[in-house]
């Protein structure tokens, strides 16, 4: 179960678990968030494929936001070898993020990656990168 969004419209700081189901349910509910839902699924499956079974996901994607432009989903590459993982998502300069956008919507990145520029890891930087406060971010297990 996740917690009700705040008034400025994210959910609370924090990592909080959810199925699948309560995920599509909280945030896919509208014609922007779906198409958006619909590639995110296929970058999910990618990794699954890949053999990874928690992601966490933020951006803005998890808010309140009618129009979301994309989301950052993290994973986490310490308990597999990330030359499993597909070359789309496995390399990090801009060339390949924007391959990525365009093909899965969003972003994906080592949760232990550090954020360019910002010296924090990518799980710390998008926990925090919202001028209202901390942004809470959810963890899916795709078992």
């Given at each position: 179960m996740l917690p009700a969004f705040l008034t400025n419209g994210m959910l609370p700081g924090g990592v909080h678990h959810c199925e699948l189901a309560v995920f599509e349910e909280t945030f896919v509910w509208s014609a922007r968030r779906r198409a958006l839902y619909q590639q995110m699924?296929?970058?999910l499956g990618v990794l699954h494929e890949s053999g990874y079974r928690m992601l966490i996901v933020g951006g803005e994607f998890i808010s309140k936001a009618e129009h979301p432009s994309e989301f950052k989903v993290l994973y986490d590459c310490d308990?597999?070898?990330?030359?499993t993982l597909d070359a789309r998502l496995s390399h990090f300069d801009k060339n390949s993020r924007l391959i990525a956008k365009n093909q899965w919507g969003g972003?994906?990145?080592?949760?232990s990656f550090r954020?360019?520029?910002t010296g924090a890891t990518w799980l710390h930087y998008l926990s925090s990168d919202s001028s209202a406060g901390q942004r809470?971010?959810?963890?899916?297990?795709?078992?």
């Open positions: 699924l296929q970058g308990s597999l070898s990330i030359e972003h994906f990145f080592p949760a954020a360019k520029g809470g971010l959810v963890a899916l297990s795709l078992m």
